[in-house]
């Protein structure tokens, strides 16, 4: 993530002003440039878009700005129940832009949900959610402006199937870059696999995706989505890494909206598909999305103390102690799969270690040090994954954060050891993250007061949460057997 803000970024501003803001301006854009079809998308409760298109003629008049659009709620995940199920979709003028997949001339907006009776915002949009978060922040006067910087890490195969059935189940992935691959008649097999746990920054021809990740990195930056590099990761198997330059919050979950789907429909042009998936590959490096973020007042980083501890201020050490003391339930949302957990295992490289370092990536929190300048200065929190809704992750994050400000919540000292190296008492003093999807759950149920100030989450949110991960993912997962279960125990 950029830790200054250059000429570039302001040259980048200039660009982007030239994006329609308003429906006057859309409508312009719309006719300027020979837009053919409307393309409203929209996010589920668990974290994938969702989209609909319409004739471009029908976004020139003004019903649909008044009026919105309807859609059915109750075929949407975490959304209404049938008898309840109208709802309304208001787009947002601000986030049109051509799509960068679409052959036919295409204009995307993301859109707000409302109730069509009440006419009131959605409670359970998780758009909305990160709307509201944004503005309580202001309503503290802690600060008025955050901004976050994911760095949400993938993978790119070649190949995936898996099935389950009453009498069998079974997952196959393939990559012509996997480890598994150095003996296979490929006619011919070229080598060049790297080994496991050696994919981060070989350059081709062992990276077989420099070309691919230029591409999606040149796709983003047309619609708006400002990428600083791309490199390829830690797993021996097609695991890369894009980094977005930092934003707001809002904004910055909108982008990684887009960075999801722009990664997904360029590898599926060049027959090949992504995954956000934290923990696909066994014995290798999962994917995570460490998060960085900071709280600014009148264009002053809140977080920067010259003669403070990694060069950070007091506010930011209570900022670290809300996260630190909420962990656990701030990951029912920011890892939010039972995958999720086969990547956060305490004794390997996942951070599951709940203290704070400068430099220290064995720490939940870290404080980077690449720069000195008091607008570089921020928190990484390394626990979520890319599986997570970022619209939900961010905000809960933000209240965790607010919440250890508000109570001045110390999170103690630095640890700047290795934690993988610590024994006996100084070891058993140090709280690690949930072992499981239940656990964090489990934990949201008990920790959850700190989501609901300023409205930002509702009751109802956190109740269909609950409901919706332990009935459709923890049960359907602990139902079915698992294919290794047959290795450990058919022959008893």
């Not at 051509?98 to 069509?116: A, E, H, R, Y």
């Not at 999962?286 to 709280?295: A, L, T």
Request: glycine share 6%; hydrophobic share 35%.
């Amino acid at each position: 993530m950029t830790t200054l803000v250059t000429e570039r970024d302001r040259e980048e501003e200039v660009v982007d002003a030239t994006r329609p803001t308003t429906p006057d301006e859309v409508k312009r854009f719309v006719q300027k440039n020979k837009i053919q079809v409307i393309d409203f998308k929209f996010n589920d409760l668990p974290g994938l878009w969702q989209h609909f298109s319409v004739p471009a003629q029908e976004l020139l008049g003004d019903g649909i700005w008044n009026d919105g659009i309807g859609f059915d709620g109750s075929s949407i995940r975490g959304f209404q129940k049938i008898q309840e199920s109208d709802m309304i979709l208001m787009p947002d003028p601000t986030t049109a832009v051509l799509d960068p997949i679409c052959q036919t001339p295409t204009l995307s907006i993301i859109c707000n949900i409302f109730d069509p009776v009440t006419k009131e915002p959605y409670s359970r949009d998780p758009r909305y959610i990160a709307q509201k978060a944004e503005e309580y922040l202001k309503k503290t006067k802690i600060g008025n402006q955050s901004y976050w910087g994911p760095e949400a890490e993938f993978f790119i195969f070649d190949d995936i199937r898996f099935d389950q059935g009453e009498n069998f189940g079974y997952y196959y992935i393939d990559s012509v870059e996997g480890d598994w691959n150095t003996g296979r008649d490929e006619k011919p097999n070229l080598g060049y696999k790297p080994r496991y746990k050696e994919g981060y920054f070989p350059v081709p021809p062992h990276d077989t995706l420099q070309e691919i990740r230029s591409e999606i990195m040149l796709t983003l930056r047309k619609v708006g989505v400002p990428v600083e590099c791309h490199h390829h990761e830690v797993a021996t198997a097609g695991q890369c890494e894009i980094d977005i330059r930092y934003s707001p919050l809002v904004r910055m979950a909108d982008n990684l909206m887009m960075y999801k789907y722009v990664i997904k429909n360029v590898a599926r042009k060049h027959n090949k598909v992504a995954t956000f998936m934290p923990k696909p590959i066994f014995k290798d490096n999962g994917s995570g999305m460490h998060v960085h973020s900071s709280i600014w007042k009148d264009n002053t980083n809140l977080f920067y103390d010259g003669k403070g501890y990694a060069l950070i201020s007091e506010t930011c050490k209570y900022y670290i102690g809300g996260l630190l003391k909420h962990a656990a339930s701030i990951l029912a949302f920011g890892a939010p799969t039972t995958n999720s957990y086969k990547r956060l295992v305490p004794g390997y490289e996942a951070p599951v270690n709940l203290v704070y370092s400068a430099r220290n990536r064995s720490a939940a929190c870290r404080i980077p040090m690449y720069s000195t300048a008091p607008a570089a200065k921020r928190v990484e929190f390394r626990c979520p994954d890319p599986s997570c809704n970022p619209y939900l992750t961010f905000a809960a994050m933000m209240m965790a954060g607010l919440d250890g400000i508000q109570n001045k919540i110390d999170p103690g000292q630095a640890v700047d050891k290795n934690i993988y190296e610590l024994e006996g008492n100084e070891k058993a003093k140090i709280k690690t993250v949930p072992g499981s999807l239940e656990e964090a759950l489990d934990a949201l149920e008990k920790d959850h007061d700190y989501l609901l100030k300023g409205d930002v989450f509702t009751k109802d949110v956190i109740d269909i949460w609950l409901q919706y991960k332990r009935e459709m993912e923890i049960d359907a997962v602990r139902l079915r057997p698992h294919p290794h279960e047959f290795y450990l125990y058919f022959d008893i």
